[in-house]
């Protein structure tokens, strides 16, 4: 009988030894499981989704798509080849060979394309830290250099170099532009204007 009540006892202390890591284990599984629920439910919500994956701590979509409205009507896509997401940072969207159409309700549009760009959900902004290159309906095509568009305040900020090359051969370039769509201004720094000049934006 001792010897039956030893056998219990070493049993029941090694299903304690066992849940005192599996219990925590089986938590953090948990856990994991729901954040990860989490995230894919809002990209799946915000994005056009072709194809998703986790690769370690990132979740990547192919050619994902996100859109949207500004308060004066002018509409906004964004698309990418990849786009990279960290877990610890949902809110942030690493693109990669990325696409912006902004399109106005007067008809104006608007292309530029990048490399690479970061998407801020939060702040409803996107940043391209190296060359955007862009053309227009109005025939105008420019690059860009170190650029952030606000979708709120409605704003292009190019805080490196801009050249805009026009239909009729006119080029500008400045050294920085921060462009207001709400007031319709153009504010470049150390702007040169060279009329019907050659070479243009390649």
């Known amino acids: 009988m001792r010897r039956r009540q030893f056998q219990k006892l070493n049993r029941r202390n090694d299903i304690v030894a066992v849940l005192r890591w599996a219990v925590p284990v089986i938590g953090l599984l948990v856990t994991g499981i729901l954040v990860v629920q989490i995230i894919l439910t809002n990209l799946t919500r915000d994005y056009g989704i072709s194809g998703l994956r986790i690769e370690q701590d990132q979740v990547v979509i192919d050619k ?10 002018t509409r906004y896509n964004i698309e990418a080849a ?15 060979q ?5 399109e106005q309700s007067d008809g104006y549009q608007m292309r530029g394309e990048a490399q690479s760009a ?5 702040k ?4 391209i830290p190296g060359i955007m290159r862009s053309t227009d309906s109005e ?3 420019g690059v860009f250099v170190d650029t952030r568009i606000d979708w709120v305040s ?5 805080r490196g170099a801009v050249t805009l090359e026009f239909e009729d051969g006119a080029i500008i370039n400045a050294q920085s532009l921060l462009y207001d769509a709400r007031a319709a201004s153009w504010d470049f720094t150390r702007a040169v204007y060279v009329v019907a000049g050659d070479g243009g934006v390649n």
Request: hydrophobic share 40%; net charge negative.
């Open 154 to 158: 409605q704003t292009l900020n190019s």
């Open 82 to 96: 990849v786009a990279r997401v960290q877990t610890s940072a949902t809110d942030i969207i690493y693109l990669e």
């Open 98 to 102: 990325a696409g912006i159409v902004i």
């Open 124 to 127: 409803q902004s996107i940043n």
């Open 139 to 141: 025939g105008v095509r």
């Open 118 to 122: 970061i998407l801020d959900l939060t």
């Open 64 to 73: 994902p798509r996100y859109g949207g409205i500004t308060p004066d009507g």
